[in-house]
């Protein structure tokens, strides 16, 4: 990478090696991917797969569904605001913005562990959880535009804003293709045991890349 922060990207860097620059620095390969994959498992959740969960799990009314979605709701946007804020107090008192970040996707995915597994399949508890934790994947962008250059910063966020709307697509379609796999019954309802492998299957991945954070986290050289 180079060093000096304040140059803008000259215009003898093409944009191909700008995006090399950003992929192949050591914060942005051990944050952003498990930050895009929690992004992006929370927008597959909360945007499709929710409510299919709630009615064939659960076994919830379309009224108890709706207050359950609505605490996420309310709950997103407490954690959208408050998590920006309270990250910049805590560093600010020397806490390290990475392993905040970390925490906050640790108990985004231990949450989705709860539904693979159909732990408490009733509370709202856990959606309360999934609201204030969903965006906490954004936080990587402030860590990585002080890793580079102040030209690299547009390509560092459309970088991983690319990656987790892909990630949302193939999340999508997995989930729906394994419940396929199943198929409905004559209601129209999917078996638990289908949502158990979609869901499991994704939190298998994200346990993957999440260890692969911590095995690197210390590392980085992140000190704000």
Same mark, same amino acid.
């Given at each position: 990478?180079?060093?000096?922060?304040?140059?803008?990207?000259?215009? %003898?860097?093409?944009?191909? $090696?700008? $995006?090399?620059?950003?992929? &192949?620095?050591?914060?942005? $390969?051990?944050? /952003? =991917?498990?930050? /895009?994959?929690?992004?992006?498992?929370?927008?597959?959740?909360?945007?499709?797969?929710?409510?299919?969960?709630?009615?064939?799990?659960? *076994?919830?009314?379309?009224?108890?569904?709706?207050?359950?979605?609505?605490?996420?709701?309310?709950?997103?946007?407490?954690?959208?605001? %408050?998590?920006?804020?309270?990250?910049?107090?805590?560093? &600010?008192?020397? @806490?390290?913005?990475?392993?905040?970040?970390?925490? *906050?996707?640790?108990?985004?995915?231990?949450?989705?562990?709860?539904? /693979?597994?159909?732990?408490?399949?009733?509370?709202?508890?856990?959606?309360?959880?999934? *609201?204030?934790?969903?965006?906490?994947? @954004?936080?990587?962008?402030?860590?990585?535009? &002080?890793?580079?250059?102040?030209?690299?910063?547009?390509?560092?966020?459309?970088?991983?804003?690319?990656?987790?709307?892909?990630? @949302?697509?193939?999340?999508?379609? *997995?989930?729906?293709?394994?419940?396929?796999?199943? %198929? =409905?019954?004559?209601?129209?309802?999917?078996? &638990?045991?289908?949502?158990?492998? /979609?869901?499991?299957?994704? @939190?298998?991945?994200?346990?993957?890349?999440?260890?692969?954070?911590?095995?690197?986290?210390?590392?980085?050289?992140?000190?704000?």
């Amino acid at each position: 990478m180079p060093e000096n922060k304040e140059n803008i990207q000259s215009d %003898g860097q093409s944009n191909l $090696y700008v $995006y090399k620059q950003i992929i &192949k620095n050591q914060n942005f $390969y051990t944050l /952003a =991917p498990v930050s /895009a994959l929690g992004l992006a498992s929370f927008f597959s959740i909360q945007g499709l797969w929710a409510n299919g969960w709630m009615s064939d799990v659960a *076994g919830l009314s379309q009224s108890e569904i709706g207050m359950r979605l609505l605490i996420v709701a309310i709950a997103m946007s407490f954690g959208t605001l %408050g998590n920006g804020a309270f990250i910049d107090y805590l560093s &600010k008192r020397g @806490v390290n913005r990475a392993k905040y970040l970390a925490a *906050g996707l640790m108990i985004l995915f231990l949450v989705q562990i709860c539904f /693979a597994l159909n732990i408490d399949p009733k509370g709202y508890w856990q959606w309360a959880l999934l *609201g204030l934790t969903g965006n906490i994947g @954004v936080l990587v962008h402030p860590i990585l535009n &002080k890793t580079y250059p102040a030209g690299y910063a547009a390509r560092s966020i459309s970088t991983i804003a690319v990656s987790t709307f892909f990630m @949302v697509f193939v999340i999508q379609f *997995g989930i729906g293709y394994i419940l396929d796999i199943w %198929g =409905p019954n004559e209601f129209g309802s999917y078996p &638990k045991v289908a949502y158990n492998y /979609a869901f499991g299957i994704l @939190v298998s991945l994200e346990i993957l890349l999440f260890s692969l954070m911590l095995l690197n986290i210390k590392k980085l050289n992140i000190n704000f």
